[in-house]
């Protein structure tokens, strides 16, 4: 009853928002990891601890979204890892977080 009262036309609603399984999402969703990678100045390469699905991958550094693309500042380059472009390099300082969907398969 209270979803049909608060329901907006033509809004996206995650399935876990109607069925409650929340248990699952929280499994597969990863946020505010840490990637493994050096902040120095001069290190491209970040690794995240599970694979993720491709294109689930958020970047964040210093609480900024960064954008994906050959020409933003970071591609996808494995089933875990991402590379910032050149003259997008960490330096030392910085804070990198990710979020993901945690790739299953």
Do not use: C
Not at 26 to 34: G, P, S, T
Not at 39 to 62: P, Q
Not at 63 to 89: C, D, M, P, W
């Amino acid at each position: 009853m209270g979803l049909k009262k608060n329901f907006i036309p033509n809004t996206k609603i995650l399935s876990a928002e109607i069925n409650n399984n929340f248990d699952i999402i929280e499994r597969w969703d990863i946020k505010d990891e840490i990637p493994t990678g050096a902040i120095n100045g001069v290190n491209l390469i970040y690794t995240t601890a599970n694979n993720y699905v491709s294109g689930s991958l958020v970047v964040m550094v210093d609480g900024i979204r960064q954008l994906k693309g050959v020409t933003k500042h970071y591609i996808e380059t494995g089933a875990n890892s991402l590379s910032f472009n050149a003259g997008y390099a960490l330096q030392a300082g910085q804070d990198i977080v990710v979020d993901y969907r945690r790739n299953m398969s």
